[in-house]
């Protein structure tokens, strides 16, 4: 794809799952892929499999030392670090500011660093990976929802604010995906989400038609479009529907 050959991308959270998967293509599309996650053993081992540098490190702090690894210029950054927070409004507070921190702040200190300089030149693509749950919502994951819900309002908000000047904004919406987060999400995502699950792979074809298309929202799921028109144009049917799956989930015994 000439759309990136060539361009210095950032993938956080790629030492596994969907960041290792969307490094992969990046670099077989001919892009020059800088490689993070928080394990340094994971990071180097997906960075030397596909050529890349590895930057390991928490993906709030690695910007510069990514862009000095690129040559002096990040075109692409693939916010794809997240956490995966269980638990119910009685969740404790740091499970709340951790989840926050990791799929919200992150980005937002990610897009701090990098709009200078894109808005200077006129060019730049930010990828947010939000999941399902930041259109929709997920049983059991309070902390996880709520700030999904945050991460997916920021791309919107990347999009709408800078389109104008350049800058090319994507959110990934899958719904499960076979990785370490899909486990996880044990009963809920056992009952929710392992029955439509994807390959990593699959997420990463999504967001490179998406790209082609020139297309804010990615949803490797296509049924989660039609989920968010009902929740949109009838929220009473709709929560009712995922109250009927909180029961049958806590009938299950959780």
């Not at 990046?26 to 997906?46: C, H, I, Q, S, Y």
């Not at 000095?68 to 119910?88: F, Q, R, Y």
């Not at 719904?175 to 996880?184: H, K, P």
């Not at 144009?233 to 049958?248: C, V, Y």
């Amino acid at each position: 794809m000439s759309t990136v050959q060539g361009s210095g991308v950032v993938v956080t959270g790629a030492g596994g799952g969907i960041g290792a998967a969307l490094a992969r293509r990046f670099a077989a599309e001919g892009a020059r892929v800088v490689v993070n996650d928080l394990d340094p053993d994971r990071t180097k081992a997906v960075a030397e499999e596909i050529g890349a540098t590895a930057v390991p490190g928490d993906a709030s702090e690695i910007v510069e030392e990514a862009r000095e690894a690129l040559g002096g210029t990040i075109d692409v950054w693939c916010a794809n670090a997240g956490l995966a927070s269980p638990g119910d409004a009685f969740a404790d507070e740091a499970v709340w500011a951790a989840a926050w921190d990791v799929n919200v702040m992150a980005h937002v200190r990610a897009a701090r660093a990098l709009l200078p300089d894109w808005l200077e030149r006129g060019s730049g693509r930010f990828v947010s990976t939000v999941s399902a749950a930041g259109l929709l919502t997920m049983v059991g994951a309070a902390p996880y929802s709520v700030s999904k819900h945050g991460a997916y309002a920021f791309a919107e908000w990347l999009s709408l604010t800078y389109r104008h000047r350049g800058l090319k904004v994507h959110a990934i919406c899958p719904q499960g995906v076979r990785t370490d987060m899909l486990t996880a999400a044990g009963s809920a995502g056992e009952l929710v989400l392992a029955p439509t699950a994807i390959e990593p792979e699959d997420v990463a074809d999504s967001l490179f038609d998406a790209i082609e298309a020139d297309r804010f929202l990615v949803l490797p799921h296509a049924e989660v479009a039609d989920y968010y028109r009902m929740r949109a144009a009838d929220p009473e049917r709709w929560l009712g529907g995922m109250n009927h799956i909180q029961r049958t989930w806590e009938g299950e015994g959780r």
